[in-house]
């Protein structure tokens, strides 16, 4: 009933920028919480940043400084801005979103976590 997309995820040099945009669809209430989260390959996935509804955010100490996370409330979107790129930020990168939908008739509201399906960033000379 409700997914996100990313999109965004590409090959770039160290020192390089890319932007990631995550778009949510479908019978969408409202979203709370929404975050950026990657996994590099042998590793655990972690958090890299998290935005609220009301546009708190908080970033892992590894990207703080790098990495701008924004959301477009209107557009059911939220972005990871990312500069001053690094081999270690290779990772595949995914969306995530608690989301309020809307389903049956007469209309309930439920409550779902949602992940995207990942984007592949890579960080290479």
């Known amino acids: 009933q409700v997914q996100l997309v990313e999109s965004g995820g590409d090959l770039v040099q160290p020192g390089g920028s890319l932007r990631l945009s995550c778009a949510a669809s479908?019978?969408?209430?409202?979203?709370?919480?929404m975050g950026w989260y990657r996994q590099a390959p042998g590793k655990e996935r972690e958090l890299v940043a998290g935005i609220t509804s009301g546009g708190s955010t908080n970033y892992a100490d590894s990207v703080k400084g790098r990495f701008t996370i924004s959301r477009d409330n209107a557009k059911n979107t939220v972005y990871l801005q990312m500069n001053s790129l690094k081999p270690v930020d290779t990772a595949v990168y995914y969306c995530?979103?608690?989301?309020?939908?809307?389903?049956?008739?007469?209309?309930?509201?439920?409550?779902?976590?949602?992940w995207g399906q990942g984007t592949l960033v890579t960080v290479s000379s």
């Open positions: 995530n979103a608690d989301i309020v939908y809307r389903s049956g008739y007469p209309p309930r509201l439920g409550n779902l976590e949602v």
């Open positions: 479908g019978s969408i209430f409202s979203i709370n919480a």
